[in-house]
């Protein structure tokens, strides 16, 4: 075999080996693209379901939402505010009811 037919070999290998090499390079780039665009629409999804979420809870925390809620469970209570709060002292002593 001459030294020129060696060559021609071994360049031809090298040649096969570049495209075997870009194609597995391309196969992982797709896939790498594939699986990143998943995320990214999983995350978007994730933060729209957030953001639902939050105007959800929003809309039940303000304060005349609850006390629709609970005068159309029980009609006959009374909603305490947020900023209402009821003292020991002004609870009923015993010795006062009985009278």
């Given at each position: 075999?001459?030294?020129s037919k060696?060559?021609?070999h ?10 075997m ?8 780039y797709?896939?790498q693209?594939k699986v990143?665009n998943?995320?990214r629409?999983a995350?978007v ?6 953001a639902?979420?939050?105007a959800?809870f929003?809309?039940?925390?303000r304060p005349?939402?609850?006390?629709n809620m609970?005068t ?8 305490i505010?947020?900023?209402k709060h009821?003292?020991?002292?002004d ?8 009278k």
């Amino acid at each position: 075999m001459g030294e020129s037919k060696k060559m021609l070999h071994i360049g031809f290998f090298a040649v096969c080996l570049v495209f075997m090499l870009s194609a597995i390079l391309q196969v992982c780039y797709r896939t790498q693209n594939k699986v990143r665009n998943r995320v990214r629409s999983a995350i978007v999804q994730t933060q729209q379901d957030i953001a639902l979420a939050q105007a959800d809870f929003a809309s039940y925390v303000r304060p005349e939402i609850l006390r629709n809620m609970v005068t159309s469970v029980y009609p006959k209570t009374e909603v305490i505010g947020y900023r209402k709060h009821i003292s020991v002292y002004d609870l009923p002593v015993k010795e006062e009811t009985q009278k």
